[in-house]
């Protein structure tokens, strides 16, 4: 009896670090998004802020204070993002019971475009103060 369950729990644990392992090699690709993202991100705030904010208040600006500033504050959504990628192989595991590949790929193609999204809302919210402001 004590072999089989450590034979399973052997199975377990071996699937458990084939799940880890998959997300451990997407991590690149989901870093490398978010940087693209964050530099497109912040492209469009200029684009926004320049083009539409500041013909309308002369006191929009972007300076090496905002730009530092700003990166800072990337850091951290970074950081954090990566936290939350951590719950890519937790969710995996404990939610795809047939150990799906389409599953898994699927639960990082949304992970990914939610993270990736973010960025985005800080120029969107900047249009969008524009159009009613």
Not at 18 to 45: C, E, T
Not at 114 to 128: E, G, N
């Amino acid at each position: 009896m004590d072999w089989i369950i450590n034979n399973l729990k052997g199975m377990y644990k071996e699937k458990n670090n084939q799940i880890k392992d998959w997300w451990s090699k997407k991590r690149a690709l989901y870093n490398a998004g978010i940087f693209i993202s964050g530099i497109v991100s912040f492209i469009l705030y200029c684009f926004v802020g320049y083009v539409f904010i500041y013909p309308m208040d002369e006191e929009f600006e972007i300076t090496l204070f905002t730009i530092f500033f700003q990166g800072i504050g990337y850091i951290f959504f970074i950081i954090i993002a990566n936290l939350f990628y951590n719950l890519g192989h937790i969710l995996d595991i404990r939610l795809n019971e047939n150990n799906s590949e389409s599953y898994r790929n699927n639960l990082f193609k949304i992970g990914f475009i939610a993270t990736i999204a973010v960025p985005f809302s800080i120029p969107i919210l900047l249009f969008i103060e524009y159009v009613f402001h």
